[in-house]
């Protein structure tokens, strides 16, 4: 797996040089990737959705400091709500209330500490996710903090054909990012002869149907993940990251800056 480079990863900060880049000129700007650990098909390990906004951040964060920002990383909130995939082993799932709670603690401690503005970048799109990362956010304003979650029609239409099927988990699109940031979460001699599901998620949840297994996802995943390459991930990663950096500079808003946030 692809690492953060020093300058973007928070980790790495001393608590000093945290402290100079809050007090420099740049807009500081911290993304925190969510994930989930789900079953992804029997291919994909178990913490594909955080690997892929940790993909999607890494290249975001590139964008954010081309436009006179500075972006970071800030260490990942792994589990979330992962109750579609309970029928098989390594859903651990956590509560919305849970998430929401922790997620909304983590942005409030970075906004005290002066943070400008704080992006949470969400890939595992169970519908009480989303709206429990979304929840997170309702405290505060506006300008100061995102969601950047590619289930809105605005940012899945940029997405492959396979994304706005809806027959998109472990299949081509997520497989293909992985291969292309984390190969080492891809079984490639599984991977390549597993048959296609063509089961819309979307359109089941619509429906009411939110258990895989009812579903007809008998192995964890829609979409089809044999005709997943890493080329392909490049290209719906540089998508994923247009769409952070456009919520963060979209949120923030023309001419402002530190002395004015
Ligand atoms: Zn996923």
């Known amino acids: 797996m692809e690492i953060i480079p020093d300058s973007h990863d928070l980790s790495r900060h001393t608590m000093k040089e945290f402290a100079a880049l809050l007090e ?8 925190v990737p969510v994930g989930a650990v789900e079953p992804h098909g ?117 997405l492959s054909e396979e994304f706005k099927s809806g027959a998109c988990h472990a299949g081509e699109y997520e497989t293909s990012i992985v291969m292309e940031f984390a190969p080492g979460f891809v079984r490639e001699d ?20 939110t258990d895989f297994i009812e579903m007809g996802l008998t192995e964890a995943y829609s979409g089809d993940p044999s005709r997943a390459n890493a080329r392909h991930g490049r290209d719906q990663l540089e998508k994923l990251a247009t769409m952070i950096a456009t919520e963060v500079l979209e949120a923030i808003g023309p001419g402002r800056s530190p002395s004015t946030s």
Not at 83 to 106: C, M, N, Q, W
Not at 134 to 139: D, E, I, R, S
Not at 197 to 207: A, I, K, M, Q
């Open 24 to 31: 420099g000129d740049r807009l500081v700007v911290v993304m």
């Open 42 to 158: 029997p291919h994909l390990g178990l913490g594909t959705d955080e690997v892929i906004s940790l993909g999607a951040a890494i290249r975001a964060a590139v964008i954010l400091e081309d436009e006179g920002m500075a972006p970071l990383i800030a260490p990942s909130v792994p589990y979330g709500v992962t109750e579609s995939a309970a029928a098989f082993k390594g859903a651990v799932s956590v509560s919305p209330d849970a998430l929401t709670r922790y997620l909304h603690d983590i942005i409030s401690s970075l906004i005290n500490d002066g943070v400008q503005h704080v992006c949470l970048v969400n890939n595992h799109l169970e519908p009480e996710q989303i709206a429990a990362v979304k929840n997170a956010t309702n405290a505060f304003e506006p300008g100061r903090v995102s969601v950047a979650c590619p289930v809105t029609k605005r940012w899945a239409r940029t």
């Open 190 to 209: 599984v991977r390549q002869k597993l048959p296609g599901v063509s089961v819309s998620l979307s359109e089941r949840l619509g429906r009411g149907v």
